[in-house]
């Protein structure tokens, strides 16, 4: 072994705490972003409220000021480009996330000017009736839907229904399994309440049926693993935090966990500030009796004229910001003290980038969103039994992005369609193909059976195995248990019970 000093050049592009807000804003729903502008419009003074009908302040925060306000290099906004692909701009975003393990930020967001939605000649009563969003599932009727699916011997299957009537609001699982097999009213054998516990650690949320925080933290861990989007993770590190050192953490016993570990002490606090970021109550995710009303990211409407299905971005909760005018022309003046301009210059420095933030977000929901009118043209024109399989790689790969943009792009947020309102994540899914080689969602498997039943004769309803007859005479070639499972989801009684005489 021997000790050598050597010299290497290269190029590396470094990317600011400035443009990782770009990411986080990305993924904040509507209601988040209007929260995160209200508190930046109380932290920089140099920002206000701009009117809706007034003018974009574009052309007055570029070319005049003064070169200690512009961006640098590595401060540089993301490219914003209309038209072709976009890879520039996504392949920037996506390099952000690499950041999160190493910078402390308070991600804040701006606005882009507020604009009403055109109801033209449209009837406002009956858009609203279109729109309203179904009642909201309780975590256990949402754990219930998904359970039914799952593929498990039947002894299995009792104690994995039994399991979810023990799951509390936050998604824990605190009540030990020799108690769930006391108290139940069937015979249930711990090997299968062992066995259907880790299938139920499966569904979503992810996180739930776990039995103490690290556990439920794992789960997501492992999740985020299968799905590839690990980008700032370092799972081992993680991983052993929470299993060997879930104590440690709890009393902040940072230089202790540090020695143990061999690890420097700034990598355990960033990993757990990126630990911090999942979801501690998962249960909480799914219902719950504070839900606020709905509100849509964007909206999908038919333009008459041309018979193309247009997307608008929906920016009336957040208010339009720009820089206030007066500062700007304090910053310019030479009269003030070297001090003032030098705050005035990291506040307009900062708001700039906020605003440029705010509509890199919008960009990148939009053309997502772009993608999913594109293939899902047959949802917007007949209906739910139409819908396609869309897996998200299939969007990453038109738009030359990372999988992990596009789920970080539809996360939480929703969109209006003449069809109604649906979380975005609803057009994301997967499917069979029919005879004929046209691809179909499970979503829509399930509304040809629902039509099935609706036009059968009711004096003669028609049995599972003559509905598998029936879907496979329309390409669809499911087996019987399949069609047992999903009328049972859409909550259609056996033929017996539909019988009219």
């Not at 060997?244 to 230089?255: F, G, I, Q, T, V």
Request: net charge negative.
């Amino acid at each position: 072994m021997q000790l050598t000093q050597s010299l290497r050049q290269d190029m590396r592009q470094v990317l600011t705490p400035r443009m990782i807000q770009s990411m986080e804003i990305l993924q904040l729903p509507l209601m988040a972003l209007e929260q995160r502008i209200e508190q930046e419009l109380e932290a920089n003074p140099v920002l206000e409220l701009r009117e809706p009908d007034e003018q974009s302040p574009s052309a007055d925060a570029e070319g005049d000021d003064p070169a200690d306000t512009r961006f640098t290099d590595e401060e540089r906004p993301m490219v914003l480009k209309e038209d072709g692909g976009g890879s520039e701009d996504f392949a920037r975003l996506e390099k952000l996330a690499e950041y999160l393990e190493n910078e402390e930020f308070h991600s804040n967001a701006a606005g882009r000017p507020s604009r009403r939605l055109d109801e033209g000649e449209r009837d406002k009563k009956l858009d609203a009736m279109a729109n309203t969003a179904a009642r909201s599932q309780n975590l256990t009727e949402h754990l219930l839907e998904q359970w039914r699916f799952v593929e498990c011997p039947d002894p299995v299957r009792r104690a994995g229904e039994a399991i979810l009537r023990y799951i509390d609001e936050d998604g824990y699982l605190r009540t030990p399994l020799e108690q769930i097999q006391l108290e139940s009213r069937q015979p249930l054998a711990i090997e299968d309440l062992r066995e259907a516990l880790k299938l139920v650690q499966t569904l979503e949320p992810s996180g739930v049926g776990a039995r103490d925080l690290a556990e439920c933290l794992l789960i997501q861990l492992d999740d985020l693993q299968r799905q590839g989007d690990t980008q700032g993770h370092d799972l081992e590190l993680e991983r052993k935090l929470l299993r060997e050192h879930a104590r440690d953490l709890e009393l902040n016993r940072y230089p202790q966990i540090s020695r143990k570990l061999g690890r420097d002490i700034h990598q355990i606090q960033a990993a757990v500030r990126r630990l911090r970021r999942l979801h501690p109550r998962p249960g909480r995710l799914i219902g719950g009796k504070d839900a606020p009303a709905i509100t849509p990211d964007a909206v999908i409407y038919r333009d008459e004229e041309t018979g193309k299905y247009e997307v608008r971005m929906n920016n009336q909760r957040a208010p339009a910001l720009r820089i206030n005018g007066q500062y700007q022309r304090m910053l310019k003046d030479r009269e003030c003290d070297k001090k003032t301009r030098d705050f005035l210059a990291n506040n307009v420095r900062n708001a700039r980038w906020l605003i440029e933030s705010l509509q890199q977000r919008d960009n990148t929901i939009l053309r997502v969103i772009r993608a999913v009118v594109e293939h899902q043209r047959d949802f917007l024109d007949h209906g739910p039994e139409h819908l396609r399989p869309l897996p998200m790689i299939q969007v990453a790969d038109q738009l030359g992005i990372h999988v992990a943009t596009v789920s970080r792009a539809v996360s939480e947020k929703w969109v209006q369609t003449p069809r109604g309102i649906y979380p975005l994540r609803r057009f994301f899914s997967g499917g069979t193909t029919s005879a004929d080689g046209e691809d179909m969602s499970w979503d829509a498997v399930k509304e040809k059976l629902r039509a099935l039943v609706e036009q059968e004769d009711k004096r003669n309803p028609l049995k599972d195995d003559e509905l598998v007859a029936k879907l496979k005479e329309q390409g669809i070639d499911i087996a019987r248990r399949t069609v047992a499972k999903y009328r049972k989801i859409l909550k259609i009684p056996p033929a017996g019970q539909r019988r009219q005489f």
